[in-house]
């Protein structure tokens, strides 16, 4: 079973994805989605990808919520950034932040939600000091992003991929 | 494809999607041209990534699935990848931006703390 599906999930998400973009569920589409995850999943066992598995899903649901809130906010508050006027410019600025999570596929994860939430920009994680630098846009607006990170995304993923 | 036919409840929303997220792209492209700073320009693209493309995307798959009268899905792919790969750049030009900052020994970044070097200083 391991020796044909050595990761499940990701075949399962390749197959679903076929399906997904050829928009039918005929017997052809699925006998070639499935002969093509699961060759694409062993091209991925070379690759030797740091394997997580998610443990608990609720509170992935409550972090996507979480996520999707701040998306459309940070939306918002960007664009009055960005259309305000001319004169007064956005005091931006670097904030550091330690992370205690340690799962790799955890902290790609937070990446993406980081980029996805405009206003804030992913520079740089350092794995030695475990340390992740930003670039806050709009530290004015009163948001404490160190905390917003720490418990609004951090402790969820932990909560995840413990 | 023939002339389309889409009835007003549902042109009405795809509009305002359409106009939304065109007007989120365009506001990215403005703050491209008005942040002072390289970093406050990494800010500007991601409006684009997520706000832009989530509210076409969703405008499209409004319109399709309205005019092929069954649900539309695939689009939700390309928000998928989007929102997967955008990181990857952001990311690599974020870092090159504070590497040649600090090689250029510039006050306004934060440095490394002493003792522990970057790969690339090792390197050097």
């Not at chain 1, 205690?100 to 993406?112: H, S, V």
């Not at chain 2, 500007?44 to 832009?52: D, F, K, T």
Request: glycine residues 6%; proline residues 5%.
């Amino acid at each position: 079973m391991r020796y044909w599906f050595p990761f499940p999930f990701l075949s399962l998400g390749l197959l679903l994805f076929w399906v997904l973009i050829s928009q039918s569920v005929s017997p052809g589409t699925l006998v070639l989605g499935g002969a093509l995850s699961i060759a694409l999943a062993w091209a991925m066992v070379n690759l030797g990808p740091h394997k997580s598995v998610p443990g608990r899903v609720r509170p992935l649901f409550r972090l996507a919520g979480a996520v999707l809130v701040d998306v459309v906010r940070s939306n918002i508050a960007v664009l009055r950034v960005m259309l305000g006027r001319r004169g007064k410019p956005a005091t931006s600025g670097f904030l550091t932040v330690d992370l205690t999570l340690q799962d790799e596929n955890a902290i790609a994860l937070l990446a993406c939600i980081l980029t996805a939430t405009p206003g804030t920009a992913w520079l740089e994680f350092d794995r030695t000091t475990r340390q992740l630098t930003l670039h806050i846009l709009d530290t004015a607006d009163g948001m404490d992003w160190q905390h917003i990170i720490k418990t609004r995304y951090e402790r969820p993923l932990t909560e995840i991929f413990q | 494809m023939t002339v389309l036919d889409l009835p007003a409840w549902a042109a009405i929303p795809v509009c305002l999607l359409l106009l939304l997220g065109a007007g989120n792209a365009l506001a990215g492209a403005i703050g491209l041209l008005r942040l002072k700073s390289f970093y406050a320009r990494l800010h500007a693209p991601s409006l684009m990534v997520s706000g832009a493309t989530i509210l076409i995307c969703l405008a499209s798959m409004l319109t399709f699935a309205v005019l092929q009268n069954r649900w539309v899905f695939h689009e939700l792919a390309i928000i998928a990848f989007m929102i997967i790969t955008t990181p990857v750049t952001l990311m690599l030009l974020g870092q090159a931006a504070l590497y040649r900052d600090r090689a250029e020994g510039s006050q306004e970044v934060p440095h490394k703390e002493e003792g522990l070097k970057t790969e690339a200083a090792v390197e050097e």
